[in-house]
């Protein structure tokens, strides 16, 4: 059982830039390909960004490419998601989530963390 704790989250203005952690145990955390996903108000939740279990691959959802960034630490057992330019749009609560499949990250995570709150104000 793989336990994800996010942090990093807060209230920023219009392009600024925020870095969310995701910290992990309860397993072998480089086994396990990661991602992030994030919910808006009145939304369902939706991808952000994936990246596999060594980071030699990412994926980011065409909404954030290139402000953006997934990576990870496995020394640390953390993935990050770098944001910058933050839009109002961007104002979620973002989620971390594992899956030991790459190829199941995006579409079917089997662990999430509880969230962390971005508002992004204009």
Known sequence: ???LVESGGGLVQAG???????AAS??????YA????????GKEREFVAAISERGLN?????????????SRDN??????LQMNSLKPEDTAIYYCAAHDRYVYVQSK????GQGTQVT???
Do not use: E
Request: charged share 15%.
């Open 34 to 41: 990661m991602g992030w996903f994030r919910q808006a108000p």
């Open 109 to 112: 995570p089997a662990y999430w």
């Open 120 to 122: 992004v104000s204009s």
């Open 1 to 3: 059982q793989v336990q």
């Open 26 to 31: 309860g397993g072998t955390f480089s086994s």
């Open 58 to 70: 990412t994926y980011h959802a065409d909404s954030v490419k290139g402000r953006f960034t997934i």
């Open 16 to 22: 600024d830039s925020l870095r969310l952690s995701c």
């Open 75 to 80: 020394a640390k057992n953390t993935v990050y």
